[in-house]
């Protein structure tokens, strides 16, 4: 392939623009999304005595003017409302898998110095550090739960009791086989559940594979799993280094907060209207 048709590596420059922009587009949407939950609990306390005022009132003596403008309200598809907003907090939860993923293997290309090595070091750690600060496990599992996954199974080991499985393990200090193993088969779990799910069954392998099927047919409107697929398949071989490889504690850590919050990300996407 010619030099000028090969795909150009983006500079550091424009990685750290890229980077400006996510946190800037962060900042706007932490803003709404507190806006947005004073707004909705002022409508709610609003609504609630409206509901009680119309109920009080006779048919015959309730103004036409709330028929009118209330149902020119209810025009507007609220359904199209909530999915934005679902579709914004995909896209942050997706954000933050791809950093934790890329910063948990982050691997200077040419030597550096010790002194740059030690802020590289500092600076990862922050960013588990950061992600650790989150209820991500409450968060999988209420996505869980938005989209019909079954508590109890007879034949294996539900998402829902492998994610307590890891979760305990990590708790307790044990090994990464004991800890990571079951994070991993946690996520096997949750695709395996969901290929029957599609509307459409088609061939998928691997977990790259899995991710762009059911993302494609069961995704939010509007997002694109590329990505997620491709943080999917860099954490499945982290994973599974469980098995061979010895780690350590900061290690294990890391690999745990990548997983989890790649499912986080991957469960968020995905609309459960569009699933079986």
């Not at 679902?86 to 040419?110: D, E, F, W």
């Not at 939010?220 to 994973?239: M, P, R």
């Amino acid at each position: 392939m010619p030099e000028d048709e090969k795909e150009k590596e983006p500079t550091k420059e424009e990685v750290l623009k890229a980077i400006d922009n996510a946190e800037s587009s962060a900042v706007k949407l932490n803003k709404l999304g507190k806006d947005l939950t004073q707004k909705s609990q002022e409508a709610i306390d609003v609504l609630k005595p409206c509901r009680e005022l119309v109920q009080c009132t006779p048919s015959d003596a309730l103004p036409p003017e709330w028929g009118k403008r209330l149902g020119a309200f209810l025009a507007v598809k609220n359904e199209e409302v909530v999915q934005i907003v679902q579709i914004s907090a995909a896209a942050c939860t997706t954000c933050i898998n791809t950093a934790v993923s890329l910063s948990s293997t982050y691997i200077p290309r040419v030597p550096v110095s010790p002194a740059i090595r030690i802020e590289i070091e500092r600076n990862v750690n922050k960013v588990h550090s950061a992600v650790a600060k989150g209820p991500i496990l409450k968060s999988i599992k209420d996505s869980l739960d938005r989209l019909g996954f079954k508590k109890v199974r007879k034949d294996i080991k539900t998402t829902y009791e492998l994610l307590d499985d890891a979760d305990d393990a990590l708790g307790r200090g044990l090994s990464a086989n004991s800890i990571l193993l079951p994070l991993r088969e946690a996520i096997a779990v949750t695709l395996e559940e969901l290929l029957p799910r599609r509307q459409k069954q088609e061939s998928s392998g691997n977990i790259h594979q899995k991710v762009l099927s059911i993302g494609g047919q069961c995704g939010l409107t509007g997002l694109s799993f590329i990505v997620l697929a491709e943080n999917g398949k860099d954490i499945w071989k982290q994973l599974s280094d469980a098995k061979d490889k010895s780690f350590s504690r900061e290690e294990i850590v890391k690999s745990f907060n990548t997983g989890l919050t790649f499912l986080d990300a991957f469960l968020k996407s995905l609309d459960a209207s569009k699933l079986k």
